[in-house]
């Protein structure tokens, strides 16, 4: 069961800013452990987005920015895009069920 | 260029077995430790195991330990998971993918296959 609790869904129209957010606990992020993101658009494998809190993988566009502090962590994408449309999820490791968990997914949608 | 390709989905009964493979290529295989994620229809990612490079480091999700078991073959570059007693909560898409990091606290997943869907259904 995933112990990241992310907002089921954010919206805005291009051009904006939006922000998920992942809460965790003690035991995950607050650890404290590294919290990733991933966007999965629908027909795709899942792809990285932001690794060790706030670093991005090559080809990643520097819209996409992460942060973190406490038991908690956010993701920011700037200048919304149409193709920033999908689910997104945040990943940690947590220490008391001594495996990786997954947030819950927040579906951005572009009004 | 990094690539997993995964294999062996299909439909099986509950209560039945079934091999997932994932051949890998494109890095190093042996020098990276290797995750096993699933999609239920309708629902989030699932983190389901993960097995150190060397083979002996394995994690399980509490919902898939004592029925599936990871394995890896260094030498065929490939990783497996063998899943028994199936149920039908175990129907899902189930993604290979090489994971990354300094420490496994610190484990994040780089690069995924597109998936192989298995249907637990009588």
């Known amino acids: 069961q995933s112990i990241l609790t992310q907002p089921p869904s954010v919206s805005g129209a291009p051009g904006q800013r939006v922000t998920v957010s992942c809460t965790g606990s003690?035991?995950?992020?607050?650890?404290?452990?590294?919290v990733h993101w991933y966007q999965h658009l629908p027909g795709s494998a899942p792809k990285l987005l932001i690794f060790?809190?706030?670093n991005r993988p090559s080809g990643v566009p520097d819209r996409f920015s992460g942060s973190k502090s406490g038991p908690s962590a956010s993701l920011a994408i700037t200048g919304l895009q149409a193709e920033d449309e999908g689910d997104y999820y945040c990943?940690?490791?947590?220490?008391?069920?001594?495996?990786?968990?997954f947030g819950t997914g927040t579906k951005v949608t572009v009004l | 260029e990094v690539q997993v390709l995964e294999s062996g989905g299909g439909l099986v009964q509950p209560g039945g077995s079934l091999r997932l493979s994932c051949a890998a290529s494109?890095?190093?295989?042996?020098?990276?430790?290797m995750t096993w994620v699933r999609q239920a229809p309708g629902k989030g990612l699932e983190w389901v195991s993960t097995?150190?490079?060397?083979?002996?480091?394995?994690f399980y999700a509490d919902s898939v330990r004592g029925r599936f078991t990871i394995s890896r073959d260094n030498s065929g570059n490939t990783l497996y998971l063998q899943m028994n007693r199936l149920r039908t909560d175990d129907t899902a898409v189930y993604y290979c993918?090489?994971?990354?990091?300094?420490?496994?606290?610190?484990?994040?997943?780089?690069?995924w296959g597109q998936g192989a869907l298995v249907t637990v259904s009588s």
């Open positions: 990943q940690s490791f947590d220490s008391r069920l001594n495996g990786f968990v």
């Open positions: 494109g890095f190093t295989f042996s020098w990276f430790a």
């Open positions: 060790g809190n706030n």
């Open positions: 003690s035991s995950s992020i607050g650890a404290p452990y590294d």
């Open positions: 993918s090489k994971a990354a990091g300094a420490t496994t606290g610190n484990y994040y997943f780089d690069y």
């Open positions: 097995i150190h490079d060397d083979g002996v480091g394995i």
